[in-house]
């Protein structure tokens, strides 16, 4: 501690995905810090794709992104992801522990934008053709936040990142889907450029708060129901 306090501290610019912000990362952040007072954060928030440009040109550090390319970088797994269903508090499928792909038919679905996310949003298109139906995919929004925000406003069912459900939106439940939709998991990514051991560190505490998040929201429950329509 003596050491770290006679040196500058080391500065480490991490770019975010939104969801993350407003999730478990702040907590964290705090905790890493708490244990590394030589290092200072700051966090810029970025989607994936500027996020891995930022990474590329050196104007950050690392970021937390969802890889579609892993090209000249290090990574770090930090969580794996599914998408779930946030549904208006007073929609019939609120009333369902989990909701059946089938059941979606006909309801409108809010979906990140295809141009900027095309394969979370080819999945879903792929996913609900398996079950029978195509989607009606007519509002995509650039954001997580955006598109609950559309929930709230009543204009259809957002699928969106798991760890998202326990996200306290007023007036949106979530619910898992049957059969889960994957969706590509969070990695922290960097350049060889970059010291790694700090960064294993906080990629290695952001998935274990992840992980005891997931774990919180099992528990044993009955059957169940599935929110099929009949």
Known sequence: A?????????????????TLLDGVLPEVMKAFTRQHSDIELTLHEADSEEGIALVERGELDAALVRPDRIGKFQMLQVSEDRFVAAVPSGHALAKARAIRLEALKGERLIVHRQRRYPKPYESILQACRKAGFTPDL???????????AAVRSGL??????????DSPVPDVVFRPLRPPIPLTGIALIWTSANSRWHLEQL????????????????????ALRTGIRR
Do not use: N, Y
Request: proline share 9%.
């Open 156 to 165: 259809g069912i957002a699928l969106v990142p798991s760890f998202l459900d």
């Open 138 to 148: 007519a509002i995509q929004s650039p954001t997580a936040r955006s598109q609950l």
């Open 2 to 18: 003596r050491r770290a306090s006679a040196e500058a501290p080391v500065k480490l610019r991490i770019g975010v995905i939104a």
């Open 203 to 222: 990629a290695a505490m952001i998935s274990a708060r992840l992980k005891e998040q997931s774990a919180s929201r099992r528990s044993p429950t009955p």
